[in-house]
């Protein structure tokens, strides 16, 4: 923890200490810096704002609603700007965590509940992934191809091709490329997700990458790229594609959008979702699904010949024998009626005793409130000809005398 927190909080600075000593243990050191970080920041708004506290224990939900409202007035990234929701979200899930497992963890310097609840995080936006069309993107390869820089060409070609992320392609070693049969692949290292795996490397990635390796100093520190000699990282790769989109003419481009580039254009062209997920290393094939639900070539094609056949509808006073389509004959041939746990198949031109099961039940009784009601039902029971409902109807209505007919 920070000197000045410490000397500011010491008891609440030792306890986020031991957290996140504890958390090391099991946590890449990229997470627990990001923990030292937010836990950083919220014990300084303690020290700033409630100098009462002395420990994690002394803090209750008063502490965290005027932590939220301060979370919330901060300045974002643009000056004049306001922190996105997401970032909020972070703060808040870091702080909440912290106080979960020092409750578990019995620590007695632990609250005696978590101050934080689940409706304090905003929700998660279940936002598209964004990608390149293919226009876009060949506009973006073909000023890539005109670069001078190898180093920037080679970074931009991997990316657009293998859809690795941009802290996988920092952490390729020079050992990655490896020959398997008449196949080059692409050992990608242990990342976000704890696993590796081995991806097919395109001909023109294996001449470049080849060419790549006859540069001096190509493989200085261990790794299968480096930039003037020190290993690549993703601030070097973004500006590199920067550079290219702006000769491109193009507006920003995230590395992880070429990422999402690839998986789209691959699922336009018929490649399964398993191999799209190995591809990509996705853990969870909910998170190829995500792809799917932007880029299924099956149902643009089956809503644009849709499209074509209703069009071709608009100018005909007459309309065809099958203007109505086989989905539409059949939900209107049977009669699916929801229930609490089912359907009733039954068809519309069938009685059901049981749908007039209230009204034929010894206790049930009604009044002239009721009679419009009653009207109505008589008349969808004559318009359905379900007979039986009809004649029920009509006693009703005969019951509530003869002024109703």
Request: charged share 25%; proline share 6%; hydrophobic share 40%.
């Amino acid at each position: 923890m920070r000197a000045h927190l410490a000397a500011a909080n010491p008891g609440l600075a030792e306890t986020i200490d031991a957290y996140l000593d504890q958390i090391a243990v099991s946590l890449r050191p990229s997470s627990v810096e990001h923990a030292t970080s937010i836990l950083g920041r919220f014990a300084g708004f303690l020290a700033e704002s409630h100098p009462d506290v002395s420990g994690a224990a002394d803090i209750g939900r008063g502490h965290i609603e005027d932590y939220k409202r301060w979370l919330a007035a901060r300045e974002g990234r643009k000056p004049g700007s306001r922190p996105r929701p997401s970032t909020v979200r972070t703060n808040l899930s870091t702080v909440r965590m912290f106080f979960e497992r020092i409750i578990e963890w019995d620590w007695p310097d632990a609250p005696a509940r978590v101050p934080i609840f689940s409706g304090d995080i905003p929700k998660r936006d279940e936002a598209l992934p964004k990608f390149l069309d293919d226009p876009t993107f060949a506009q973006l390869m073909r000023a890539a191809r005109s670069e001078q820089r190898f180093l920037t060409r080679l970074a931009v070609e991997l990316l657009a091709r293998t859809g690795m992320r941009v802290g996988e392609l920092c952490s390729l070693e020079a050992d990655a490329v490896v020959r398997i049969g008449d196949t080059h692949w692409l050992r990608i290292p242990v990342g976000k997700l704890h696993n590796d795996r081995y991806i097919p490397l395109h001909p023109q990635l294996v001449e470049m990458l080849a060419e790549w390796d006859q540069t001096p100093g190509a493989h200085a520190s261990g790794f299968l790229l480096t930039n003037n000699g020190q290993p690549l990282n993703r601030h070097a790769v973004t500006r590199m594609l920067n550079r290219i989109t702006k000769k491109a003419g193009l507006p920003h481009v995230h590395p992880h959008q070429l990422r999402h580039t690839v998986a789209t254009q691959a699922i336009n062209r018929g490649m399964s979702l398993e191999a799209i997920a190995a591809l990509l290393g996705h853990r969870s094939m909910d998170m190829t699904m995500v792809y799917a639900r932007i880029a299924d070539r099956t149902v643009a094609d089956e809503y644009f010949a849709v499209t074509e056949k209703v069009e071709a509808l608009y100018g005909q006073t007459t309309l065809p024998a099958d203007a109505e389509g086989p989905n539409m004959a059949r939900l209107r041939r049977e009669h699916h009626r929801m229930l609490g746990n089912g359907y009733c198949t039954r068809p519309v031109e069938l009685d059901c005793a049981f749908e007039t099961i209230c009204e034929t039940c010894t206790y049930f009784t009604t009044s002239i409130q009721f009679r419009p009601t009653l009207r109505r039902q008589l008349k969808d029971a004559h318009r359905k000809q379900q007979t039986g409902r009809e004649q029920l109807y009509q006693r009703l209505l005969d019951d509530l005398g003869p002024e109703n007919h």
